[in-house]
């Protein structure tokens, strides 16, 4: 079984500010899937980036972007120049499929964007 | 695009009750979709995979017999719990798998369900 762990619950950070959200998992797939997703306050998720495991590169949405560690498990979300419409819950999931069935979401970031 | 909704997006009833949640992919069809589960301040827990014209899958510790989960149309699932008590109140969302290369889910809104 995996298993995600975000162990950041809140962070807030000044609007324009770069910010880094941690997660880690626990694996023993060697081919895997990994995504950040926001739940804003209206609790709709978004899918904020996608990052596959056999890829070395890391993901990059425009101000988005993630630091991936296959070897330490690790699967930071870097947002920069943040922006008020960033303050959201963020999960971080992981899928052994392709595409992303069967997500394990770990339990969520609460950032705030300070103005 | 990729747009998914779900009805109603609030409900509350009666304990012993059945309480049905529908979940509709608006411009795409998805042969499978996902229903999960959120506890205040909590995360979503994946509590069966739905497969249109089949039975859906149920993770461990889900009651089949109490969540039950219809697939009729590649646009419509629906989840109705049975026999409602309050300990199921929670906030349930859907999610439709998009599939064209890159598979993505889509979720729905969410419904809050109370159980009085």
């Known amino acids: ?115 | 695009g990729a747009v998914v909704s779900q009805h109603p997006s609030r409900v509350i009833c009666k304990s012993g009750t059945s309480v049905k949640i529908e979940c509709r992919s608006l411009d795409f069809q998805a042969t499978t979709m996902f229903w999960y589960r959120q506890f205040p301040k909590q995360s979503l827990m994946l509590m069966a995979t739905s497969n249109e014209g089949s039975k859906a899958t149920y993770e461990q510790g889900v009651e089949k017999d109490k969540f039950l989960i219809n697939h009729a149309s590649l646009t419509l699932s629906t989840l109705t719990v049975t026999s409602a008590h309050p300990e199921d109140s929670s906030f349930y969302i859907c999610s439709a798998l998009f599939q064209r290369g890159n598979d993505e889910q889509y979720f729905g809104p969410g419904t809050r369900l109370t159980v009085t």
């Open chain 1, 1 to 115: 079984a995996q298993t995600v762990t975000q162990s950041q619950p809140e962070m807030s950070v000044q609007e324009a500010e770069t910010v880094t959200l941690s997660c880690t998992y626990d694996t023993s797939e060697s081919n895997y899937y990994l995504f950040w997703y926001k739940q804003p306050p209206s609790r709709q998720m978004i899918l904020v980036i996608r990052q596959e495991a056999y890829k070395q590169q890391n993901a990059t949405e425009n101000r988005f972007s993630v630091n991936f560690q296959k070897a330490a498990k690790s699967f930071s979300l870097k947002i920069s120049d943040s922006q008020l419409g960033d303050t959201a819950m963020y999960f971080c999931a992981f899928s052994p499929f392709f595409g992303n069935e069967k997500l394990t979401f770990g339990t969520g970031t609460r950032l705030t964007i300070i103005p």
